[in-house]
């Protein structure tokens, strides 16, 4: 006989699993209960449960199916759940989870993805939130397509006001300071910097990590593997936890396989795994990316490593030519690099990966 549907039993369940792939399988599971039951609260409890799994501790694109479910559940139950967890701001911030992995998935359309914003721009406007955190959408539209388009997106993030949606105010300053090292002017990136590093502006979880990141990537594009060290060594304690931080991996791939073999072919086989089933194109550039420069420049040209038989070059003997590796992952970052810029009508990832090339090293 099935038992009946209790949502605060199975939560409680649920949320004593490991954050990533246990909790979203079995908030799936859930998220089918909940729908057969009929249990609006829970349907959309466990879609946002689900949705903020796949965006801070697995593969946020995920989220676009799931955020697309709950909009459809919200819209044909206005004012969502009597119980205020899922209310007009939790809808808003569902419909931005689901939004935010667009840029970096180069197989939807702009014109999807530019209908993706529009409607988000007509739920903002409907309940008078979340102005702000729609021009940092803006922003990650033209972020890897128009390097100027994006700066004035940002500084129009930057002059709207902060209300009860907004962002993490320490993450949008990692944004400055990432876009402005993009753009060579190291002064305004400081000036960025400085209110996170003086702790005026109170960090997030993942904020430091980012911007640890933005730093190592542009001292390892100027050619600075010495500036770039004590970034990576910042990076490699708090930036390899879960398959969300495959693209932190894939920095700290590029820099020690620049000066640390061994440890690079370490970190290497042991985060190779959360390539598998990746959606979010972007990560998987970044960690391409890195293990090309991880193989390029291995001291060695056969390298001994034990990677998991779903590798499509997986050998029994775990022995592997190094050159071989690397022409593989190259192939694989530019392939996805060419994707985005075919897409978004720009360079910005050729140039990207032409700046990790030997010439640079």
Known sequence: MTKPFDGEVLDEVIQKLSDGAPKMTALLDAIRRADEA???YWRLAFRWDYLCQATFHDDPSKAIPVAAEY????EENPGGS???KHSKEAYLMAMEMGIDPAARLPQIPLEQYDA???????LTRRYGLGEKNYQWQRYFRWEFADQDQALQC???AWEAERDALSDCEACEHVRAVRQYL????????ERYTKPLVSYRVSPCESSFQNL???YLDDAMDRGDWEAAVPFAEKLQKKGNRDRGDLSYVGSLLRCWGRGNTDQALSLFSRRLEWTFDMWDQKWLYDFYKGAWVCFREAEREQVKLRLPERFPLYREDGVYSAPELAEWFYRQAADIGGRFDRRNGADYFSKNLAAAGPERM
Do not use: F, V
């Open 38 to 40: 009929g249990e609006l």
């Open 71 to 74: 909009s459809a559940i919200y």
């Open 82 to 84: 009597p119980m205020t």
């Open 116 to 122: 993706m914003l529009e409607k988000y721009r007509e």
């Open 154 to 156: 940002l500084q129009a």
């Open 182 to 189: 993009r753009a060579g002017d190291r002064e305004m990136a």
């Open 212 to 214: 640890w990141q933005a």
